[in-house]
């Protein structure tokens, strides 16, 4: 018998947040995220100066929050965090490819990794401004 089980009704479903392992989980998947990123020649520019410890936090928080968890962002709004950086399509793809990475690594089952990625993939009219000429 799990007693904490029993106190959850059979209609309430497990969130994707519970089920990847909750704040310790998504902590660790966020710090490989940053480590892929900051490895990356192209990205690792747009963070020089930046605060990590502040940034890893609020990107838990946003994850967290994606994910069903009891958290919610207080962050910046995305368009303003990411304003006057002149982040391209390119930069949007490669972020968002190195948090499919930290995922996989971590284990996340492939259903919930393309739920978040939808979700994140919808905040790019946000974050990239520099638009290729036509
Ligand atoms: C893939 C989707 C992305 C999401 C969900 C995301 C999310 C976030 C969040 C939650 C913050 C913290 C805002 C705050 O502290 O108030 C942040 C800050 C930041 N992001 Fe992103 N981001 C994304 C893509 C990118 C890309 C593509 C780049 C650059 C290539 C980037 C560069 C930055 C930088 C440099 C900061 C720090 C800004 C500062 O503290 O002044 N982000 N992002």
Do not use: C, W
């Not at 392992?21 to 192209?42: E, H, K």
């Not at 303003?80 to 982040?87: D, L, P, R, T, Y």
């Not at 993939?121 to 036509?134: K, L, M, N, Q, R």
């Amino acid at each position: 018998m799990n007693p904490s089980r029993d106190e959850q009704p059979d209609s309430q479903a497990r969130s994707d947040y519970e089920a990847v392992g909750g704040g310790p989980a998504i902590a660790a998947v966020v710090d490989l995220f940053y480590q892929l990123v900051l490895d990356d020649d192209r990205l690792r520019g747009y963070f020089d100066g930046v605060e990590m410890v502040r940034l890893k936090r609020h990107q838990v928080a946003l994850i967290s929050q994606v994910m069903g968890g009891p958290v919610a962002y207080a962050g910046r709004d995305l368009r303003a965090a990411h304003e006057g950086m002149a982040i391209s399509r390119e930069d949007f793809g490669a972020v968002a490819d190195h948090l499919v990475t930290a995922l996989t690594e971590a284990g996340v089952e492939p259903a919930i990794i393309d739920r978040v990625v939808t979700v994140i993939a919808g905040t790019e009219p946000d974050i990239v401004e520099a638009h290729p000429a036509a």
